[in-house]
């Protein structure tokens, strides 16, 4: 994982993030983790978000790349797309993170130290480990449906994991390598449970720290019924379907 600092991708996928964008990248950036580098990966965000990353890429002297892709295709592809280029580039570790400031960025060097010096394939910023809380904005029925997604996941797939459907992670590289992703199928929420069974699978080690999940301030949600659909059936695809691979 190479010798006292690690190189370390931050992959961030945007879509109509101008707002928080620039918040983000200034946060983790002055964290002062050396080695570490932000990956905007913008899915052509019709309010300019793309043009603010370049901006910041240009300001950062190498610490911030952009991707710019043609059309708004997914968070998992987003974030496939984001690791082949961070793999490209030499990470050693590659972590996925939002970019509406819902995690906290001072989690970051917590979950890097922990890959380093544990034998954890992937940490977990999360919700529900001693110590994590979501939102303290949040209905209580969008917490029952949060505690009731993670329950429902894990009773299937058996993943023993507090947070299964966590999006804030820090991955080894050496862990995504072995995942296969080009053949991951899932987007959405979905990809993130496909991510963890996969790793799972290969008998590979999740561990988890413990966050507090923060209402985006500025812009809207991304969920839609469309990525609840697909994430309450996925948990059975990969049950019964080998995976997804066709």
Same mark, same amino acid.
């Given at each position: ?10 992959? *961030? $996928?945007?879509?109509? &993030? %101008? ?8 946060? #983790?950036?002055?964290?002062? /983790? !050396? =080695? ?71 989690? *970051? $060097?917590?979950?890097? &130290? %922990? ?8 940490? #977990?910023?999360?919700?529900? /480990? !001693? =110590? ?115």
């Amino acid at each position: 994982m190479g010798e006292s600092s690690p190189k370390v991708i931050i992959v *961030v $996928p945007t879509y109509n &993030e %101008r707002e928080n964008l620039p918040k983000l990248v200034g946060e #983790l950036l002055g964290l002062g /983790v !050396p =080695g570490l580098g932000v990956l905007v990966v913008d899915d052509n965000s019709p309010d300019g978000t793309g043009e603010v990353a370049d901006t910041l890429a240009e300001e950062s002297a190498g610490a911030v790349q952009v991707i710019h892709r043609a059309e708004k295709d997914g968070l998992g592809r987003a974030y496939l797309t984001g690791f082949a280029r961070a793999l490209d580039d030499g990470a050693d570790i590659i972590m996925q993170m939002d970019a509406d400031l819902s995690h906290p960025v001072a989690a *970051v $060097p917590v979950m890097i &130290e %922990r890959l380093m010096t544990t034998d954890a394939a992937v940490v #977990l910023g999360s919700r529900y /480990v !001693p =110590g994590g809380a979501t939102a303290s904005e949040w209905a209580w029925h969008r917490k029952a449906l949060s505690a009731w997604a993670n329950f429902y996941v894990n009773t299937i797939l058996r993943l023993s994991v507090k947070d299964a459907t966590a999006g804030f992670k820090a991955w080894r590289a050496e862990t995504l390598r072995k995942i296969d992703l080009p053949t991951i199928q899932s987007n959405g929420y979905a990809f993130q449970v496909e991510m963890n069974h996969r790793t799972v699978k290969l008998g590979l080690r999740i561990d988890e720290v413990p966050i507090t999940f923060e209402e985006r301030t500025e812009g809207a949600s991304k969920m839609t019924l469309k990525v609840q659909m697909e994430s309450a059936a996925m948990p059975w695809k990969l049950l019964f379907g080998k995976d997804l691979k066709k």
